[in-house]
């Protein structure tokens, strides 16, 4: 079945977020105005991306970060086009030229720049394709996505999104229990630093905007933002009404064996429809 | 006699009165509206503008209405009115219309700071070839793992019955939670 649909209603960094929660493995295709993205993931990691008729070749990579010069780009593009980009890598660590973690790091710069620059894009259709995988020879990456999601998080704006994300105020946090999830390899802000300190089930958003001087808009960004990363979770500030009581209060009855026959009959009722 | 309520609420044309339509022993009373504005027009032809409720007579002591809030944000005003002393609330979602997934949980969220009675998610259309699979779903809607999201087709009774089914498994559930 199909996850596909519009930027408009979906940003960047939402998709990512649903790639990163999901461990999905395939290709996110953004069909822009002027050209098409194509980012490769595996298992929720970013693992390669392609925008547009871009040269992403590995010499292209190494002379952008400044690995090769002008002069030895050339001569590969001249001399080396029936290496694939896994015999370059292979070549370049083997004659000492380079380490593989070099050529890594390289290439993850630019992917991650890849997807930065995807985070601007605010009209076009997107797909997941499963199916679809980065060309063989290439030397792919894996990348976690948690800090591109907290960095695209930022670049949201505007205020009524950010109200329909978060409407109430009036709920607190909580961290979320979703393993894998390191704080310690984030690279999150002062401001958010210090929304973290107060995360408590006690204190509602709201508080913890009072208590960080922080007005509605600030505040929402960043809860935003730690949301979207799969850092924390909205939930019911502690010591507000409880289940049982509301429930009681809803249900025209006080006995609590009472309540559970009455749910119970309605169960009973509902099978025999 | 006594009476429960069941809030049913969801985005623009997520089919909720579908929903109560497919389980209500009475015709559902529907205040539905010409639609204004062209992007509604485009999908529905009439809304549902105030409420609307289907009723299911339990026995002669009890009786549980369906009540249905109005899926436009500019009635907002009656979500909290409809969500006081309900037993628990579902929320529809149209399987196939990714665009309203951002409303949908806004307006999860806004019912959760209402009320914090139990609640399920119901994943509407999901017969149709365009609808998102529930685990994207899941993560688009930001649900826990613990919220349960079912899948649904409003006008199959059998779907419709399972969602209600599951609501009121965990209204029971939490009642015996509290109990402990």
Not at chain 1, 36 to 58: C, M, P, T, W
Not at chain 2, 119 to 127: C, E, G, S, T
Request: net charge negative.
């Amino acid at each position: 079945m199909a996850l596909r649909g519009n930027l408009r209603d979906f940003t960047v960094t939402q998709l990512l977020n649903l790639i990163n929660l999901a461990h999905k493995t395939g290709t996110l295709v953004i069909e822009g105005p002027n050209e098409i993205a194509k980012v490769f993931f595996r298992d929720g990691k970013l693992s390669y991306a392609q925008i547009g008729q871009e040269d992403n070749h590995l010499a292209f990579v190494l002379h952008k970060s400044n690995r090769l010069t002008t002069g030895q780009l050339r001569a590969i593009q001249l001399r080396a086009t029936h290496v694939s980009d896994k015999e370059l890598g292979l070549l370049l660590i083997n004659s000492g030229h380079m380490s593989q973690d070099d050529i890594l790091t390289a290439l993850q710069a630019y992917f991650t720049d890849s997807v930065r620059r995807l985070f601007t894009w605010v009209e076009g259709f997107f797909r997941f394709e499963n199916d679809m995988m980065p060309p063989e020879d290439r030397i792919t990456v894996r990348l976690d996505l948690e800090n591109l999601i907290i960095e695209g998080a930022r670049q949201l704006r505007e205020f009524e999104q950010l109200q329909d994300e978060i409407p109430s105020l009036d709920m607190a946090l909580r961290f979320t229990e979703r393993p894998g999830s390191n704080m310690q390899k984030m690279n999150l802000s002062v401001e958010e630093w210090r929304v973290v300190s107060y995360i408590n089930p006690k204190n509602t958003i709201q508080q913890i905007a009072s208590a960080a001087k922080m007005s509605d808009m600030e505040m929402r960004r960043i809860v935003y933002g730690l949301i979207q990363a799969g850092l924390v979770e909205v939930m019911r500030p502690d010591g507000s009404t409880s289940v049982q009581e509301k429930a009681r209060s809803a249900a025209p009855v006080q006995n609590r064996e009472e309540q559970k026959s009455l749910v119970n009959r309605l169960i009973t009722r509902i099978r025999s429809i | 006699m006594q009476t429960v309520k069941m809030v049913v609420t969801g985005p623009f044309s997520a089919g909720k009165t579908e929903f109560i339509r497919s389980v209500s022993e009475i015709d559902v009373v529907a205040t539905e509206r010409k639609i204004s504005s062209d992007s509604e027009r485009a999908v529905k032809q009439a809304t549902t503008v105030a409420m609307d409720f289907g009723r299911i007579t339990v026995d002669e002591d009890l009786v549980l209405y369906l009540f249905g809030t109005p899926g436009q944000k500019r009635f907002d005003f009656m979500w909290e009115i409809l969500s006081e002393g309900m037993l628990g609330f579902i929320v529809m979602v149209d399987s196939t219309r990714p665009e309203t997934f951002r409303e949908a949980r806004s307006i999860l969220e806004t019912f959760r700071a209402y009320a914090p009675t139990p609640y399920v998610v119901a994943a509407n259309k999901q017969d149709v070839d365009d609808a998102w699979e529930m685990e994207d779903m899941r993560h688009a809607l930001r649900l826990d793992n613990k919220v349960k999201l079912l899948p649904c087709v409003a006008t199959d009774k059998n779907t419709v019955k399972n969602v209600l089914l599951e609501l009121l498994y965990s209204i029971l559930a939490e009642m015996e939670n509290t109990e402990k």
